[in-house]
């Protein structure tokens, strides 16, 4: 990947006190590349997160970086608005020595700095329940401190990024055009696609007839997008503000019942050990309507269980359409990485289905006991 003295000159470019002594990458996300980077400030460690965006998912790094300037900002004053400390519970960017948000390289790759938030840890699967109680809340909290937020101040950094009927429609051209010849190796799943094809259009639907109010949300809820304090185990600090954009609170949630009340990781290649844990469906269920319930309309509420198929749904058919157009998107770590990975997302639907009267009860139980109203 990138030697010490490559890192060392990406560096040069930023304002930072102390001698660069070391980096570590950071391989939880499947888009940017993520390193902490360590200085020695005498004989004190002063860590930073640098980032190289990944410009071919984020077209636009001026308008990203507005959109993550203002988001972290406004945080900020809120976080210190209630005496939190916002050195560890939000993101700054570190200027480069030019004043700039982000610097470009001889080659063209775009970097940022963070403030690196130490005594820290994301998880990729779920240790305890109330770990995932805890995750529910904390981006149920996100959307609360974000209501007011100026939603019209927001680029809107990847058009149609969870509309699903749009998704579904990038998998038909993809079909069309079949660049890599795949297309004949996954007829099984494209007939499970097609057969869902009308519900694509349920969530955007409802958003255009004013059922469903547009909020500022973060679009890309995974449980490694938090991070917890190593000494409480509490959450401190969401990351990963790229997709900060309008949304629906449903795609929130729902992406975090994809990745998180699943049984397994997103790319286990036995699909026997998928299933929707429904103990931590309605860990999350409580914590997201703990913090953000009151603000929620019903049929918000309502549409919980639908939205976390939608969000599994929609995220395998990506994963799918990228396998076809020949990875190109997510990071792959082996050739059928990404048809592992709808796999196991198609599997997670199927037994969303099944489970669906339950996921319901429970939403209406958590509503009543939290929230004080039926649905
Ligand atoms: P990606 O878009 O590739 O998912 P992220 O911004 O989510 O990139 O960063 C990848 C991982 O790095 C996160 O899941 C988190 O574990 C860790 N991380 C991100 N930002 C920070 C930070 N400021 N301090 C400490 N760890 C961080
Ligand atoms: C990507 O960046 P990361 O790894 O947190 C993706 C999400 C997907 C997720 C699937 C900008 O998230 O939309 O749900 O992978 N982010 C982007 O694991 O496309
Ligand atoms: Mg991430």
Redesign the pocket.
């Known amino acids: 990947m990138f030697t010490k003295e490559e890192i060392k000159s990406i560096l040069d470019n930023f304002a930072i006190a102390g001698t660069f002594s070391g980096f570590y990458p950071i391989d939880?996300?499947?888009?940017?590349d993520t390193f902490t980077v360590v200085y020695n400030i005498g004989r004190k460690e002063m860590r930073h997160l640098l980032q190289r965006i990944n410009t071919t998912?984020f077209k636009n790094p001026d308008e990203l970086m507005a959109n993550v300037d203002c988001v972290t900002a406004f945080l900020r004053d809120k976080i210190i608005a209630v005496g939190g400390d916002p050195e560890r519970e939000a993101l700054y960017c570190k200027p480069t020595r030019t004043g700039k948000k982000y610097y470009t390289d001889s080659e063209g790759r775009v970097w940022r700095l963070y403030n690196f938030i130490d005594n820290s840890y994301s998880n990729n699967s779920i240790e305890s329940p109330e770990v995932f109680f805890n995750a529910g809340k904390a981006f149920g909290d996100f959307q609360r401190l974000l209501a007011d937020f100026p939603i019209d101040k927001l680029y809107e950094t990847?058009p149609d990024f969870h509309n699903t009927g749009k998704r579904y429609r990038n998998l038909i051209n993809s079909v069309a055009a079949d660049p890599k010849g795949r297309v004949k190796y996954v007829q099984e799943e494209l007939n499970f696609c097609y057969a869902r094809r009308n519900e694509t259009y349920v969530l955007t639907g409802k958003t255009l007839i004013g059922d469903l109010p547009l909020r500022v949300t973060h679009n890309?809820t995974?449980l490694?997008?938090i991070l917890f304090d190593k000494t409480t185990d509490e959450p401190i600090c969401i990351v990963?503000l790229?997709?900060v954009m309008p949304g629906l609170s449903l795609y929130d949630f729902g992406?975090a019942i994809r990745?998180g009340a699943n049984t397994t990781t997103?790319d286990d290649k036995d699909i026997k050990n998928v299933s929707l844990d429904l103990g931590l469906y309605e860990q999350y269920v409580r914590g997201f309507l703990t913090s953000a319930g009151e603000s929620l309309v019903t049929e918000e509420v309502r549409l919980l269980p639908f939205a976390s198929k939608m969000m599994t749904f929609e995220?395998g058919m990506?994963f799918l359409t990228d396998y076809i157009d020949g990875d190109v998107y997510?990071k792959t770590h082996y050739p059928d990485h990404n048809l592992v990975r709808c796999h196991t997302q198609f599997a997670l639907v199927a037994d969303m289905e099944a489970k669906y009267d339950e996921m319901m009860k429970i939403t209406e139980n958590a509503y009543k006991e939290i929230c004080g109203s039926e649905l």
């Open positions: 939880d996300g499947h888009i940017n998912v990847i890309d995974k490694n997008n990963d790229d997709t992406d990745f997103e995220c990506r997510f």
